[in-house]
């Protein structure tokens, strides 16, 4: 990870606007926390699953050839050496004599302890799967392992999945979920945690067309981040370069983006070959072939992989959409999110607290609510409260003002240009259905007029 820091975005910021607007919280924070552990918030449980959900539509709902999947955590313990994970998953650590704790050799500079300056033992390898036990038992016969990726739950559900929907090559199978690694080194916030979700797609070609299909992925995950608002200049491509591969895969490529600690991997898409389905074949006894009808013969289907992060996803969101503009003599912070990402669609601000008043915004609330996740704010002067909103991602926020009980019209306020166009009520509903699908942001209605929203004064 190195380079340079992008726009005026660093982590330091991205942390302190997630804890003060309840995206992230550390875990079990009233302990004094859990190392590199997570708990999402109210408005960050609304981003994450926003983020799942353009995944899940992009890859499942819109494809006839992705189907999707949800398997349990636990699994066989076979299962794991049969992908190699309980031989070759591990990191080599040093460990120091005096103060005991453990290092990963390539972040050591010298030949001490870099906490205190002990002596360090030789490295041995340390598995990063964490272990656990099944029943209550404690043996070794009972050990099972919380999944380091969700992919093996797709390997050994091939042939029933195949089975059940009688789908053809290519066929795709995805799965969202937790991953678990006793990752040794952590840090960059949310970017390397233990606990960690993924969203992952085996899609399973004939041989002979894996490569087609892997450059097809390629694009295909990349134009999904773009679709997403992700600027092109903070995103790269970088193929790993041989001594990187995995032992299994015959091709690999990083999808970086340009955090503020530099480049690193969003994901990654892997050329996995038939390595996944040949293996569980093999130690499960069971045939994992696939008839090709039109050849007339079995075949072992290999497999590309793009394998992307949710919590690295929400990061690099996050960072892409922050922004700071001048406001007088303060700063407007503000989250370019995309519509469809914003955990807040719209904010719903009545110009009072006036009975007659909150009585009409009450009934814009109820009604938009139906739709979208929308906010109900009262509190504190309207400048306020469009801040608050800006900070969020909020798209647009409805004012309701004292001529709305007159004229059954709101004022609708675009957060990246401030302007605000007034809607009569019984339109606002497909106004800004219309706009959070992406119409060009205030098109007029005949006769309406656009103004901007008033900048503060600096003092000086
Ligand atoms: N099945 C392939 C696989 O798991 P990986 O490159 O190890 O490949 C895929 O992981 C993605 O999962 C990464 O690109 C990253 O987004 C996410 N990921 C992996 N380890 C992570 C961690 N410790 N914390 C957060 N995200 C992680």
Redesign the pocket.
């Given at each position: 990870m190195t380079e340079k820091t992008p726009g005026n975005v660093n982590m330091e910021k991205i942390t302190s606007l997630c804890r003060r607007r309840g995206f992230i919280f550390p875990s079990s924070e009233i302990y004094g926390g859990l190392s590199?552990c997570w708990d999402y918030g109210p408005l960050g449980v609304e981003l994450k699953r926003n983020i799942k959900e353009a995944w899940w539509r992009a890859v499942v709902r819109e494809r006839d050839d992705v189907v999707g999947l949800d398997t349990s955590i636990l699994m066989h313990p076979q299962t794991w050496e049969a992908s190699g994970h309980l031989q070759g998953f591990s990191d080599p650590l040093a460990e120091c004599k005096s103060c005991h704790q453990r290092w990963r050799t390539d972040d050591l500079e010298g030949s001490s302890c870099p906490a205190c300056g002990g002596e360090l033992t030789e490295p041995q390898m340390f598995n990063l799967m964490f272990k656990t036990f099944m029943g209550p038992v404690e043996d070794t016969a009972s050990t099972v392992y919380l999944r380091?990726?969700?992919?093996?739950g797709i390997f050994v559900n091939f042939a029933n999945v195949l089975d059940t929907t009688r789908k053809k090559l290519p066929l795709g199978i995805a799965q969202i979920g937790k991953?678990f690694?006793n990752?040794i080194t952590?840090g960059n916030f949310?970017?390397?945690?233990?606990?960690?979700?993924?969203m992952?797609i085996e899609y399973f070609v004939k041989p002979g067309s894996d490569e087609e299909w892997f450059n097809y992925w390629l694009e295909e995950r990349r134009n999904w981040y773009l679709r997403l608002g992700i600027r092109e200049e903070n995103l790269r491509l970088r193929q790993h370069m041989k001594h990187e591969l995995a032992h299994y895969a015959r091709d690999c490529y990083?999808?970086d983006y340009l955090f503020p600690m530099g480049w690193a991997?969003?994901?990654?898409i892997?050329n996995r070959g038939d390595y996944d389905l040949t293996q569980h074949a093999k130690y499960s006894g069971k045939s994992l072939s696939y008839f090709n009808e039109d050849a007339k013969e079995h075949l072992v289907p290999c497999v590309i992989?793009p394998?992307?992060?949710?919590?690295?996803?929400f990061l690099a969101v996050l960072c892409d959409a922050y922004d700071e503009e001048p406001d007088g003599d303060e700063i407007r912070v503000l989250l370019h999110l995309h519509p469809e990402l914003a955990p807040i669609k719209v904010a719903v601000l009545p110009l009072s607290r006036k009975e007659n008043l909150a009585h009409v915004a009450q009934e814009v609330y109820a009604e938009l609510r139906q739709c979208w996740t929308v906010s109900y704010d009262d509190a504190q002067s309207i400048g306020r409260r469009y801040r608050r909103q800006d900070e969020i991602g909020t798209p647009f926020c409805v004012t309701v003002d004292f001529a709305s009980l007159e004229d059954r019209a709101v004022t609708i306020r675009e957060r990246d240009t401030m302007n605000q166009i007034r809607v009569p009520m019984e339109t606002l509903r497909t106004t800004l259905a219309a706009k959070l699908a992406g119409e060009a942001l205030f098109t007029l209605p005949p006769g309406g007029k656009i103004w901007k929203e008033e900048r503060k004064q600096t003092s000086s």
């Amino acid at each position: 990870m190195t380079e340079k820091t992008p726009g005026n975005v660093n982590m330091e910021k991205i942390t302190s606007l997630c804890r003060r607007r309840g995206f992230i919280f550390p875990s079990s924070e009233i302990y004094g926390g859990l190392s590199s552990c997570w708990d999402y918030g109210p408005l960050g449980v609304e981003l994450k699953r926003n983020i799942k959900e353009a995944w899940w539509r992009a890859v499942v709902r819109e494809r006839d050839d992705v189907v999707g999947l949800d398997t349990s955590i636990l699994m066989h313990p076979q299962t794991w050496e049969a992908s190699g994970h309980l031989q070759g998953f591990s990191d080599p650590l040093a460990e120091c004599k005096s103060c005991h704790q453990r290092w990963r050799t390539d972040d050591l500079e010298g030949s001490s302890c870099p906490a205190c300056g002990g002596e360090l033992t030789e490295p041995q390898m340390f598995n990063l799967m964490f272990k656990t036990f099944m029943g209550p038992v404690e043996d070794t016969a009972s050990t099972v392992y919380l999944r380091p990726e969700t992919a093996q739950g797709i390997f050994v559900n091939f042939a029933n999945v195949l089975d059940t929907t009688r789908k053809k090559l290519p066929l795709g199978i995805a799965q969202i979920g937790k991953s678990f690694r006793n990752e040794i080194t952590t840090g960059n916030f949310i970017f390397r945690s233990r606990e960690f979700e993924q969203m992952e797609i085996e899609y399973f070609v004939k041989p002979g067309s894996d490569e087609e299909w892997f450059n097809y992925w390629l694009e295909e995950r990349r134009n999904w981040y773009l679709r997403l608002g992700i600027r092109e200049e903070n995103l790269r491509l970088r193929q790993h370069m041989k001594h990187e591969l995995a032992h299994y895969a015959r091709d690999c490529y990083d999808i970086d983006y340009l955090f503020p600690m530099g480049w690193a991997e969003l994901e990654g898409i892997a050329n996995r070959g038939d390595y996944d389905l040949t293996q569980h074949a093999k130690y499960s006894g069971k045939s994992l072939s696939y008839f090709n009808e039109d050849a007339k013969e079995h075949l072992v289907p290999c497999v590309i992989e793009p394998s992307a992060g949710v919590d690295r996803t929400f990061l690099a969101v996050l960072c892409d959409a922050y922004d700071e503009e001048p406001d007088g003599d303060e700063i407007r912070v503000l989250l370019h999110l995309h519509p469809e990402l914003a955990p807040i669609k719209v904010a719903v601000l009545p110009l009072s607290r006036k009975e007659n008043l909150a009585h009409v915004a009450q009934e814009v609330y109820a009604e938009l609510r139906q739709c979208w996740t929308v906010s109900y704010d009262d509190a504190q002067s309207i400048g306020r409260r469009y801040r608050r909103q800006d900070e969020i991602g909020t798209p647009f926020c409805v004012t309701v003002d004292f001529a709305s009980l007159e004229d059954r019209a709101v004022t609708i306020r675009e957060r990246d240009t401030m302007n605000q166009i007034r809607v009569p009520m019984e339109t606002l509903r497909t106004t800004l259905a219309a706009k959070l699908a992406g119409e060009a942001l205030f098109t007029l209605p005949p006769g309406g007029k656009i103004w901007k929203e008033e900048r503060k004064q600096t003092s000086s």
